[in-house]
């Protein structure tokens, strides 16, 4: 009897080890698994920041000052904020209602112009870019009919922007599309009871809702753009002033002069910098004020 | 009156229904789910379209296969409380009430003027300004209504319009939602799964099987065979 009670209070010491053992092994696997995400997170952080640090380090403050007056560099930057906002303004009108529809309707072919739309988000920009050359070019299968009535596309800055909106169109559309498809039909069916016509429908109760997703494509569209360059550099060239953009500039200022490159990356960085910041805090103050 | 006669093609089986609803008087739909209940009820705002039949509402034909009418939504003039309430989330509850007068482009002062008064006596006047998502179900439930009843339909649908509320709110709710519904004096259509409902707010009942009428009468009617079910509603 004592024997067997002395076997079950060893058993029960033996166990209650087991299981201290146990929790102290859980809690160790518990906290590597949070310092090896810790450890990933940091290092993808560092792996993207430390190149644009970098810039700011290896650039000295007066230099890169100076460089902002060299005609280069202004005429890289207007042409870039020109072209990249028209870019933008042409996908946003073309794009919302292609979005709505893809969002809404169901029609014939449906699955080959999705697939169309997303087609430049996959395709090499210099595919695109030399695409874009062989359609519109001067010896190009539109361009050639064009260029019969005097209308030449190639190496302009009208170049420039279709070689933009090409390549960032799919950004915004996409985007707009999930938006879309993300407002309940059940607002749209009740605008249509209380009285609403489609389009009226469309631009009082969808739109709204839509907006924020509307916002952020036209962002990413706007900073694709803007960072815009294979497609660019085949079908627009690299004349200053015209279709130089800024990605070029850097391109070709990193021939010469390294100083006007790191100038230019860093207006890049701080554009795109600002950029984020006054949408976000213009989409907060939007629906500040729809909520008053 | 309301005059219902069509037929519609489902994924499962035809939606095939004939019947009449009286000026001032309340249908109760009831029926297992997916038995076409809400596509009865979209047909009817000109949300979804029939094959063949006809709709007519105080003589006048909102659908008709065979002379081709088919007026759109805008055009019916019925009032719709969704099951959801659809309130537009990024209107105040005083602009989602006032929507349907705007869209009749009435002027501002007006507008304002009934707006008042609806929210006033659906006790929301003081709390105008917040948003639809910021209130209670209940509150919901009374923001959808007046934003049905503002534009003086000449048909109110309402699909399940207690069911986002939790019990206790819907025995509160249901009587006070009967008596408005009777003070409108148009024909009234309810989809309900809730034999109280049918109880409290009915005058007729209507039971959908399958997309068949398979019993239309009194609510008493559906009220016994109600109390037929056992304790696991079978």
Same mark, same amino acid.
């Given at each position: 009897?004592?024997?067997?009670?002395?076997?079950?209070?060893?058993?029960?010491?033996?166990?209650?080890?087991?299981?201290?053992?146990?929790?102290?092994?859980?809690?160790?696997?518990?906290?590597? =698994?949070?310092?090896?995400?810790?450890?990933?997170?940091?290092?993808?952080?560092?792996?993207?920041?430390?190149?644009?640090?970098?810039?700011?380090?290896?650039?000295?403050?007066?230099?890169?000052?100076?460089?902002?007056?060299?005609?280069?560099?202004?005429?890289? !930057?207007?042409?870039?904020?020109?072209?990249?906002?028209?870019?933008?303004?042409?996908?946003?009108?073309?794009?919302?209602?292609?979005?709505?529809?893809?969002? $809404?309707?169901?029609?014939?072919?449906?699955?080959?112009?999705?697939?169309?739309?997303?087609?430049?988000?996959?395709?090499?920009?210099?595919?695109?870019?030399?695409?874009?050359?062989?359609?519109?070019?001067?010896?190009?299968?539109?361009?050639?009919?064009? +260029?019969?009535?005097?209308?030449?596309?190639?190496?302009?800055? =009208?170049?420039?922007?279709?070689?933009?909106?090409?390549?960032?169109?799919?950004?915004?559309?996409?985007?707009?599309?999930?938006?879309?498809?993300?407002?309940?039909?059940?607002?749209? +069916?009740?605008? @249509?009871?209380?009285?609403?016509? $489609?389009?009226?429908?469309?631009?009082?109760?969808? !739109?709204?809702?839509?907006?924020?997703?509307?916002?952020?494509?036209?962002?990413?569209?706007?900073?694709?753009?803007?960072?815009?360059?294979?497609?660019?550099?085949?079908?627009?060239?690299?004349?200053?002033?015209?279709?130089?953009?800024?990605?070029?500039?850097?391109?070709?200022?990193?021939?010469?002069?390294?100083?006007?490159?790191?100038?230019?990356?860093?207006?890049?960085?701080?554009?795109?910098?600002?950029?984020?910041? !006054?949408?976000?805090?213009?989409? @907060? @103050?939007?629906?500040?004020?729809?909520? +008053? | 009156?309301?005059?219902?006669?069509?037929?519609?093609?489902?994924?499962?089986?035809?939606?095939?229904?004939?019947?009449?609803?009286?000026?001032?008087?309340?249908?109760?739909?009831?029926?297992?789910?997916?038995?076409?209940?809400?596509? /009865?009820?979209?047909?009817?705002?000109?949300?979804?379209?029939?094959?063949?039949?006809?709709?007519? /509402?105080?003589?006048?034909?909102?659908?008709?296969?065979?002379?081709?009418?088919?007026?759109?939504?805008?055009?019916?003039?019925?009032?719709?409380?969704?099951?959801?309430?659809?309130?537009?989330?990024?209107?105040?509850?005083?602009?989602?009430?006032?929507?349907?007068?705007?869209?009749?482009?009435?002027?501002?002062?007006?507008?304002?003027?009934?707006?008042?008064?609806?929210?006033?006596?659906?006790?929301?006047?003081?709390?105008?300004?917040?948003?639809?998502?910021?209130?209670?179900?209940?509150?919901?439930?009374?923001?959808?209504?007046?934003?049905?009843?503002?534009?003086?339909?000449?048909? /109110?649908?309402?699909?399940?319009?207690?069911?986002?509320?939790?019990?206790?709110?819907?025995?509160?709710?249901?009587?006070?939602?009967?008596?408005?519904?009777?003070?409108?004096?148009?024909?009234?259509?309810?989809?309900?799964?809730?034999?109280?409902?049918?109880?409290?707010?009915?005058?007729?009942?209507?039971?959908?099987?399958?997309?068949?009428?398979?019993?239309?009468?009194?609510?008493?009617?559906?009220?016994?065979?109600?109390?037929?079910?056992?304790?696991?509603?079978?």
């Amino acid at each position: 009897m004592a024997s067997n009670q002395a076997e079950i209070i060893h058993r029960g010491e033996f166990s209650s080890r087991e299981q201290e053992i146990i929790s102290i092994s859980d809690r160790v696997k518990g906290i590597s =698994l949070k310092a090896g995400l810790a450890a990933l997170l940091i290092l993808t952080m560092a792996f993207i920041a430390l190149p644009v640090v970098a810039l700011f380090l290896k650039s000295p403050l007066d230099k890169t000052l100076g460089s902002l007056y060299d005609p280069m560099v202004l005429d890289a !930057l207007s042409l870039s904020l020109m072209t990249s906002t028209l870019t933008t303004i042409v996908v946003v009108i073309m794009g919302t209602p292609i979005a709505y529809v893809s969002a $809404r309707f169901r029609y014939f072919g449906k699955e080959l112009a999705d697939s169309l739309i997303d087609l430049p988000v996959i395709m090499p920009p210099a595919v695109a870019g030399i695409a874009l050359l062989v359609a519109f070019g001067r010896m190009g299968i539109v361009g050639h009919y064009l +260029n019969a009535f005097g209308i030449s596309i190639a190496f302009t800055t =009208l170049a420039v922007i279709m070689a933009q909106v090409f390549v960032s169109s799919p950004f915004y559309i996409r985007q707009a599309r999930t938006s879309f498809e993300d407002v309940d039909l059940a607002f749209e +069916n009740a605008a @249509r009871t209380l009285g609403a016509s $489609r389009v009226y429908t469309f631009f009082y109760v969808i !739109l709204p809702i839509a907006m924020n997703g509307l916002i952020s494509g036209a962002i990413m569209a706007f900073a694709r753009s803007l960072g815009e360059f294979g497609a660019t550099i085949m079908f627009a060239g690299n004349f200053q002033g015209r279709t130089q953009t800024m990605p070029l500039a850097i391109y070709t200022a990193m021939q010469g002069d390294l100083d006007v490159s790191l100038c230019l990356a860093i207006i890049l960085v701080a554009i795109s910098f600002v950029v984020i910041v !006054l949408v976000k805090t213009l989409t @907060r @103050r939007m629906y500040k004020n729809a909520r +008053n | 009156m309301l005059e219902i006669d069509v037929k519609k093609r489902l994924r499962d089986f035809d939606l095939q229904v004939k019947l009449d609803v009286a000026r001032g008087k309340t249908l109760m739909l009831v029926g297992d789910n997916g038995c076409g209940k809400t596509t /009865l009820l979209n047909l009817l705002a000109g949300l979804a379209d029939p094959d063949e039949g006809r709709i007519s /509402l105080d003589g006048r034909a909102l659908y008709d296969s065979e002379s081709g009418t088919n007026l759109p939504p805008e055009a019916r003039g019925i009032g719709y409380v969704f099951q959801s309430y659809a309130l537009f989330p990024h209107m105040s509850i005083y602009d989602n009430v006032a929507f349907g007068l705007r869209t009749r482009r009435m002027a501002a002062g007006e507008i304002k003027v009934l707006v008042k008064e609806h929210l006033e006596a659906a006790g929301l006047w003081e709390i105008r300004k917040a948003k639809a998502a910021d209130v209670s179900g209940g509150q919901k439930q009374r923001i959808a209504l007046a934003r049905a009843l503002i534009i003086e339909p000449r048909l /109110l649908l309402l699909d399940e319009p207690l069911s986002a509320l939790d019990v206790r709110k819907q025995a509160a709710m249901r009587k006070e939602l009967g008596e408005t519904i009777h003070a409108c004096g148009v024909p009234c259509l309810i989809v309900t799964h809730d034999l109280r409902d049918v109880a409290c707010m009915g005058d007729q009942a209507c039971l959908l099987e399958r997309g068949k009428i398979a019993l239309h009468g009194g609510a008493e009617e559906i009220l016994s065979w109600g109390s037929g079910m056992d304790a696991r509603g079978e």
